[in-house]
């Protein structure tokens, strides 16, 4: 059963670089997916933030897209997210999940991880 | 991008039917039938119960259904069940390509 894992620093200082990473096992990276990361600031909706093919395709959402990088690294069966420039705004609940490019959809998702932005 | 829009709250009586609507615009929900929802109860991480405007996934409730009229979709939760109580979001492929969230819907089951 494939199961993803979010890891990183919970709390990250303003105008600094948010990064985290999510871990697939149960499964390989380097399939017909897209692996994908989403947000949820606290008692806020959900926001798509990006993703990216296991052979380095990637998409980004519009407002975000000059802070973003999205990467993959599929030695270690791992994608990675970079998030510059940040500030208390980008407080949320981070998820990664496989986005099923065919049907558009995500149907695995990680537990979350909270990064704070604050001093 | 905008977020879909979702009415905030709705509520109903255990038995009851319940829908919850989800409007976008001609290059999102009205351009393709690539609509899922998902169920999200506190603390945890979101579930799919619709995929392509009105496909279930194995394993979720046949009261759950979807469907799509032009730049609306609608989830239908038919027989409610205390444990549907969770918030909802719709989301749909945009042609930037992207995808995009709606705002969210809190189920109360009375």
């Known amino acids: 059963q494939l199961q993803l894992q979010e890891s990183g620093p919970g709390l990250v200082k303003p105008s600094e670089t948010l990064s985290l990473t999510c871990a697939v096992s149960?499964?390989?990276?380097?399939?017909?997916?897209?692996w994908d990361w989403i947000r949820q600031p606290p008692g806020k909706e959900l926001e798509w933030i990006g993703n990216i093919y296991y052979s380095g395709g990637t998409n980004y959402n519009p407002s975000l897209k000059s802070r973003v990088t999205i990467s993959v690294d599929t030695s270690q069966n791992q994608f990675s997210l970079r998030l510059g420039s940040v500030t208390a705004a980008d407080t949320a609940v981070y998820y990664c999940?496989?986005?099923?490019?065919?049907?558009?959809?995500?149907?695995?998702w990680g537990q979350g991880t909270l990064v704070t932005v604050s001093s | 991008q905008s977020a879909l829009t979702q009415p905030a709250s709705v509520s109903g009586s255990p038995g009851q039917s319940i829908t919850i609507s989800c409007t976008g615009t001609?290059?999102?929900?009205?351009?393709?039938?690539?609509v899922s929802w998902y169920q999200q109860h506190p603390g945890k991480a979101p579930k799919l119960i619709i995929y392509d405007v009105s496909n279930r996934p194995s394993g979720v409730s046949n009261r759950f259904s979807g469907s799509k009229s032009g730049n609306t979709a609608s989830l239908t939760i038919s027989d409610l069940q205390a444990e549907d109580e969770a918030a909802y979001y719709c989301s749909s492929f945009t042609s930037s390509p992207s995808w995009v969230f709606g705002g969210g819907t809190k189920l109360t089951v009375l």
């Open positions: 001609s290059s999102d929900i009205g351009g393709y039938n690539y």
């Open positions: 149960g499964g390989s990276i380097s399939s017909n997916y897209y």
């Open positions: 999940a496989r986005h099923v490019a065919s049907n558009s959809l995500f149907d695995v």
